[in-house]
C-alpha cells in the first residue's frame, strides 16, 4: 500500500515539474506566425525596440515567423543557494499585418528582449533599437533602413540598398547585389564602417571622416573643386560672421553614378571590392 502511495507521489511530483518547465519555457520564447496578405508580392517589416537585439534571416517560405526571448542577464543571487531561475517576465510580443505591411514589438520596458525573425527574401526592411542589442540581417532583397543607437549593425549578403547607422559601434555591411536607381548612406559613431560592394559599382561618392581614414579597393576619382563654403545662420555682430566648411571629400568610382554617402566620427571607413556581381540585378 505504501508503495503504491509513493509511486502516485512520484507521478504527480513528476507531472508537476513537466508543467513547470512547460510554463517557463513558454514565457521564455515567446512565437508568433504572421501570413502575408499577398506572399506573391514583396512584403515590409518594420521593429522598434527599447531593449534587446533585432536577427532577420530570409529564407523560402511564405510568412513572417517571429521568435522573442526575455534575455537572461547577471549572477543569481547568493542566497538563492543554487536554485533554478524562473523567469516571470514575457517579452510582450506582438505583430501586425495589413497589405504585406508588418509591425513586430515587444512592450516588455524593464526586460532585455532579443527578437529573431525569418522572412521571405523579397523584404524591406525598417529596423531600430536602442540599448542592449545588435542588429543582424542576412540574405534579404529589399529596401533596408536600419538605426542602432548602441550597438553594431551587420549586413550580410543582402541586395537592394541600405541606409545604416550605427552609434557607439561598428557598421559592416555586404552586398550580393545592388539597386543602382537608389541612394544610399552609412554612418557610425565611434566605430568603423566597413561596405563591400559588387566590383562593377558605379557611385558618386561623399566622403566625411572626423578623427579617421578612408580606405578603398575601388579607384576613387576625387574632385579637386575646393569646399563648399556654407554661411552659419545667427545674429550677426558688426562686421562678425561665421562660415562652415563642408568637410565631406567626393569623387566617383567606375566613373559615376548612385549617390552614396559615407560619414563616421572616430572610426575608420572602409569601402571593399566584392564579388562580380550584376550591380542592377535583382
Known sequence: MQTMKLARLLAV???????????????????????????SLPST???????GSITVNAYDGKDVAVEAKVRREGQAPARSGGMKRVQVAATGLSAEEENNQVEIGAQ????TVDITIQVPRRTSLRLETVND??????????EIDVDNNNGEVTLKNVSGNAVAHAYNRGL??????INPQ???????FNGDVDV???SDLKANVSLTSYGGEVFSDFDIQLDTTAPV?????????????????????????????QEIQFTNYRGNIYIRRGANNPAGRQ
Open 45 to 51: 517589416v518594420k521593429v522598434s525596440l527599447n531593449h
Open 229 to 257: 563654403q556654407t554661411p552659419t545662420t545667427g545674429k550677426r555682430e558688426g562686421r562678425k560672421f561665421t562660415v562652415t566648411v563642408d568637410k565631406a571629400v567626393r569623387g566617383k568610382i567606375n566613373g559615376g553614378g
Open 172 to 177: 559592416k555591411v555586404t552586398f550580393d547585389r
Open 182 to 188: 537608389k541612394p544610399m548612406a552609412f554612418s557610425s
Open 196 to 198: 563591400t560592394f559588387p
Open 108 to 111: 516588455s520596458i524593464q526586460q
Open 133 to 142: 542589442g545588435d542588429i543582424t540581417v542576412t540574405g534579404v532583397e529589399g
Open 13 to 39: 511530483m513528476f507531472a508537476l515539474c513537466f508543467i513547470l518547465l512547460g510554463a517557463i519555457a513558454e514565457v521564455e520564447s515567446d512565437k508568433l506566425t504572421v501570413p502575408l496578405a499577398d506572399p
